[in-house]
């Protein structure tokens, strides 16, 4: 059964970088049926797509992100990570990281549990 | 950009109802449309993809119409477990974007 678990500082500082990585277990991060993407939810507010990446390097992102975003993937560790730099309390949110079926179903079928990150100084 | 209008943003019902959300787009992205439900404190739960396909495992309560640009999302006989909130999310060009949410709470 495919798995993936977020990890990363639970709190950043505005102005700082916020970095997550997710590590996925049960299956390949380097197969071509899929993209990996990360997706957060500020409290009280709704879902909101950030980044996608193919097991290549070719990514894919959000053009209403305020802050600056790089999404990268490490197919040696079967990981793939998440910065954003100069955040500001806008940012803190669950983030997710997820499966995307970029060959069938074109949705996140597979998600992590969520790591909440609070921007506070 | 493409614009995504999901409605109602909330909706007040009870267990046995039919209900139906709508998800606009503001202009044609094909069936590439999915459906996710997510309760406090979990992740999204995909339930529909391409517009119409049932996901594996989810109920056959839950079913998913429309193509181009107006989408809905049924349950036919609402239960319990389905108070939750609901989003739509589309598939363009490399994007993806996801509707505001709608969060269905018991009358």
């Known amino acids: 059964q495919l798995q993936l678990q977020e990890s990363g500082p639970g709190l950043v500082k505005p102005s700082e970088t916020l970095s997550l990585t997710c590590t996925v277990s049960?299956?390949?991060?380097?197969?071509?049926?899929?993209?990996w993407g990360w997706i957060r939810r500020p409290p009280g507010k709704g879902l909101e797509w950030i980044a996608n990446i193919y097991y290549s390097g070719s990514t894919s992102y959000n053009p209403s992100l305020k802050s600056p975003v790089t999404i990268s993937v490490d197919t040696s560790r079967n990981q793939f990570s998440l910065k954003l730099t100069s955040v500001t309390a806008a940012d803190t949110a669950v983030y997710y990281c997820?499966?995307?079926?970029?060959?069938?179903?074109?949705?996140?079928?597979?998600w992590g549990q969520g790591s909440l990150v609070t921007v506070s100084s | 950009d493409i614009q995504m209008t999901q409605s109602p943003s909330t909706l007040s019902a009870s267990v046995r109802d039919r209900i139906t959300i709508t998800c606009r787009a503001s202009q044609s992205i094909s069936n590439w449309l999915a459906w996710y439900q997510q309760k406090p404190g979990k992740a999204p739960k995909l339930l529909i993809y391409k517009a119409s396909s049932l996901e594996s495992g989810v109920p056959s309560r839950f079913s998913g119409s429309g193509s181009g640009t107006e989408f809905t999302l049924t349950i036919s006989s609402l239960q319990p477990d389905d108070f939750a909130t609901y989003y739509c999310q589309y598939y363009y060009n490399y994007l993806v974007a996801f509707g505001h949410g709608t969060k269905v709470e018991i009358k």
């Open positions: 049960g299956g390949s991060i380097s197969s071509s049926s899929f993209y």
């Open positions: 997820a499966r995307f079926s970029r060959a069938y179903s074109y949705g996140f079928d597979y």
